[in-house]
C-alpha cells in the first residue's frame, strides 16, 4: 500500500503530475475574493474562513476525477485489482495519495493567504488544523465519488455533483472551528466534530469506494 | 406465500395491476376530500390567518420526501443483499417522485414562509436540510442515468444511496448545528399534547393519506414502467444476438 | 497450478457472450483462445483473471493465483522502466527485477522514461513485468502485438520458461509460439439468447 501511495506521488510531483495545480487554484480564488467583494478588512475578516475553506474545497475538487481515471485509461487500474491488494487498500491508498498531493499542501497555505484575507490572528492556526482535521475527510468522500464514476465517459461533472453534498458536514465544522478561533471563541467543540466525520469517513468509506470500484471495473 | 415471491417480475405485474388505479382513485379522492375540508371548511389560525392552509400541501409533500428516500434505502439494500431486479428498478422510480416532493415541500415552505417570516428564503436548518436532501436526488437520479450497464447502475447508485443516507442524516445535525433557526417544531407528533388543534388535524391526516397513496400510485406505475423497458432492452438484445 | 471452468457463462456489460465452457489445463501446459474480433475472447480472460464475476458455473484457480495482462499495459510514462517494474515487484512481494529485464533484453533501457520507448519497447516492458508478479497463472490478451519477431521469440521463451516451472497460461493469440497447449475456439461457445434473458432478469 506504501508502494502505491509513493508511486502515485512521484507521478504527481513529475512533470505533467498536476500537483501545484490545486495550489494555484486556491491562491487565485483567494486573491479574486476581495475584488468581488471589496477591498475592506472589516467585510474580508469575518467571511475569511468561510471563503477559504470553500476554496480549499473546491482545489480538492480539481484534482479528484484524476485519481481513478488515469489509472483506467492506461490499463493500470485492471493490473492493481488483481495485485494481492485488497480493493479496500487500493481506495484508501488513492485518498492518501490524494490527500498528500493536494489536502496537506492546501492545509499550509491557508494560514498565508489568510493574511490576504485580513484574518484576524488567532485565526490562521485555526484555520490550518481544521483544515488539516477536515482535507482527509474531503480526499476519503472525493475517491469515494471517484470510484462511483470511473468507468463514465462524462465523470467529470457528475463527479462534482455527487461529492458536494456529502462536503457540506465537513464544510460546516471545519469552517466553525476557524470562525471561532477567529472570534477568539471556544472551538473544542466544532473541532471534535470535525475529527469525528474524519475518522468516520476513514473507517467506513474505504469499504463503499472498494464496493464501487469493483462494479466499476468489471 | 411470502413477500418474496412479488419479487419474480411477472407476479410483481399481475398484482400490481389492479393496485395502480385503486390507489390512484384513494389518491384522488383522499386529496380532494383533505383540501376542500382544509381549504373551505376550517377557521383561520389565530396568528396566522389563512395561510397556515398551505399546511395541507406543505407537510404530507415534506414527509413523502424524506419517506421516498427511506423507501429507495430499504430497495436498495434489498437489491444488494438478494439481488431481486424488481427492487432495483423500484428504487430507481421512486427517486423523481422523491424529488418533486422536495421540490413541492421547499417552494410551498418558500410562499408560507414570505408572510409569515417576512422572507421568500431563510438558512433555517429545516430549509437548508431539504434543500440538501434536493441535492441528493439530483445527485442520484443523474447516476442513474450516467451508467449504461443497468446492473452496473444499480449497484452503484444502491452503493451511493446508502452512503447519502449516512450523510443526509449528518447533514441534518451539522446544519441544526449550524443555525438554530425559525422554523416552528413539527406539526405532527406521536405526542398528542404537542399536535397541532383537532380541526386543522383531521384533514391533514386525509391529506398525508391521500399523498400516500399518491407516491405508491406513481412508484408502482413508474416501477411498472421500468420493467416493461427492461423487457424491451431484453427484446432488442434478441434481436442484436440473432443478427450476430 | 491448474486452470479448469465447469459450466461457466462470462459475459460483458450484464450480456452474455460466452456460455457452457468446460475445459482444464493441467499444470505445465498453456491454452490458446482462438476466434474471430468480439468473440468473447477477452472477456473470457478477464474471468479467468477475478476482474469480472461468472455469470455461472465457476472457475478455478482463485484469483490471487492470476497474473492478467490485457491490451493496455498500466505502465507510466512518467516513470522509468526499473521504476515501472519495481513498482509492481514491490506490490507482489517479489525479488528482482533482473530476470525480467534480461528476458527481453531491456536492461539498456532501465532509465529510460516509459513514455520515450517505441510501441514495440513498451510492450516489451508489459510482457515484463508477467515475471515480477511471480503468479502461477498468466492470463494474456493478444501479447504479441507490435513485437518484432526477435521479440516474439523472447516472448515464447519467457512463457515456455513458465510453463518448465510448473506455470500455466491462458493466451489469446494468432500466433504459432510452438508452445505445448491445446486451443480453444470461442466462437463455438458463443452465448444464445436464453442466456441473456436470464442474465436481464426477465423471464423468456
Known sequence: ?218 | MSLWSYANPVRFMGATRPLVPILGAVAGVCLVLGLAWGFFFTPDDYRQGSTVKIIYLHVPAALMAINAWFMMLVASLVWLVRRHHVSALAARAAAPVGLTMTLIALVTGAVWGQPMWGTWWAWDPRLTAFLILFLFYLGYIALWEAVEEPDAAADLTSVLCLVGSVFAVLSRYAVNFWNQGLHQGASLSLDAETNVADVFYYPLLVCIAGFVALFGALVLLRTRTEIRARRLHVLRLRERMADA | MRIAARGLTAGRGGVPVLSGMDFAVAPGRALILRGPNGAGKTTLLRTIAGLQPPMAGTVEPDRDAVAYGGHADGMKGQLTVAENLSFWAGLHRTGGIGAALDAFALAPLEDRLAQHLSAGQRRRLGLARMMVTGRPVWCLDEPTVSLDAANTARFAAMVRRHLEGGGTAVLATHIDLGLDAETLDVARHRAVFGDAARAAGAPA
Open chain 1, 1 to 218: 500500500m506504501i508502494r502505491l501511495v509513493t508511486r502515485d506521488l512521484a507521478l504527481a510531483v513529475r512533470a505533467g503530475g498536476g500537483f501545484g495545480l490545486g495550489l494555484a487554484f486556491f491562491l487565485v480564488v483567494t486573491v479574486l475574493v476581495p475584488f468581488g467583494v471589496g477591498p475592506e478588512a472589516a467585510i474580508l475578516g469575518p467571511i475569511a474562513p468561510g471563503i477559504l475553506w470553500i476554496g480549499a474545497l473546491l482545489a480538492c475538487l480539481l484534482s479528484l476525477d484524476r485519481v481513478f481515471a488515469l489509472d483506467r485509461e492506461d490499463g493500470a487500474l485492471d493490473l492493481l485489482a488483481t495485485a494481492p491488494l485488497p480493493m479496500e487498500g487500493i481506495a484508501l491508498a488513492k485518498a492518501a495519495a490524494h490527500w498528500l498531493s493536494t489536502g496537506l499542501p492546501l492545509s499550509l497555505a491557508a494560514a498565508p493567504l489568510g493574511v490576504l484575507l485580513s484574518l484576524p490572528w488567532p485565526g490562521h492556526l485555526w484555520l490550518a488544523l481544521s483544515l488539516l482535521m477536515g482535507t482527509p475527510a474531503l480526499s476519503l468522500i472525493g475517491t469515494f465519488g471517484a470510484a462511483l464514476t470511473v468507468g463514465l465517459r462524462r465523470g467529470g461533472p457528475l463527479l462534482s455533483l455527487l461529492v458536494l453534498p456529502l462536503y457540506v458536514p465537513t464544510l460546516v465544522f471545519g469552517a466553525d472551528v476557524a470562525r471561532r478561533g477567529a472570534a477568539g471563541l471556544d472551538p473544542a467543540t466544532p473541532l471534535a466534530l470535525l475529527g469525528a466525520v474524519t475518522l468516520g469517513c476513514l473507517a467506513g468509506l474505504p469499504f463503499a469506494a472498494a464496493a464501487a470500484l469493483r462494479v466499476s471495473i468489471r
